[in-house]
């Protein structure tokens, strides 16, 4: 499974980015795809994610403000960013797992088997 990441970018607080990450590889089975991200100096964290069923699952940072969803003829997952604030700014890599998460014990932890090279995005102020 290959996830290319795509949509980052430079935006002023209170603004709105989307990213797209496009999927490949598959081989009829469902997966589970998920956003994270990285700051410097800090741990990736889990930003949301959606399972094969649709159902989707945020960071508690993000809620109500992202929002995740994916187009299953195009193989392709979104993430609608809004109302970002500084704080929102780092790598942002999409990722892919087979299992169904929210049968774990913490869906979003960054433990995805297959990951992407990520996309930058950065808030200003």
């Known amino acids: 499974v290959q996830v290319v990441e795509s949509g980052g970018g430079s935006v002023q607080a209170g603004g709105s980015l989307r990213l797209s990450c496009a999927a490949s590889?598959?081989?009829?089975?469902?997966?589970?795809m998920g956003w994270f991200r990285q700051a410097p100096g800090k741990e990736r964290e889990g930003v949301a994610i959606i399972e094969s069923d649709g159902s989707t699952n945020y960071g508690d940072s993000v809620m109500g403000r992202f929002t995740i969803s994916k187009d299953n003829a195009k193989n392709t997952l979104y993430l609608e960013m809004n109302s970002l604030k500084p704080e929102d700014t780092g790598m942002y890599y999409c990722?892919?797992?087979?299992?169904?998460?929210?049968?774990?014990?913490?869906?979003?932890?960054?433990?995805?088997?297959?990951w992407g090279q990520g996309t930058q995005v950065t808030v200003s102020s």
């Open positions: 990722a892919a797992d087979p299992r169904v998460r929210w049968l774990l014990p913490k869906p979003l932890e960054p433990d995805f088997p297959y």
């Open positions: 590889g598959y081989t009829g089975r469902r997966y589970c």
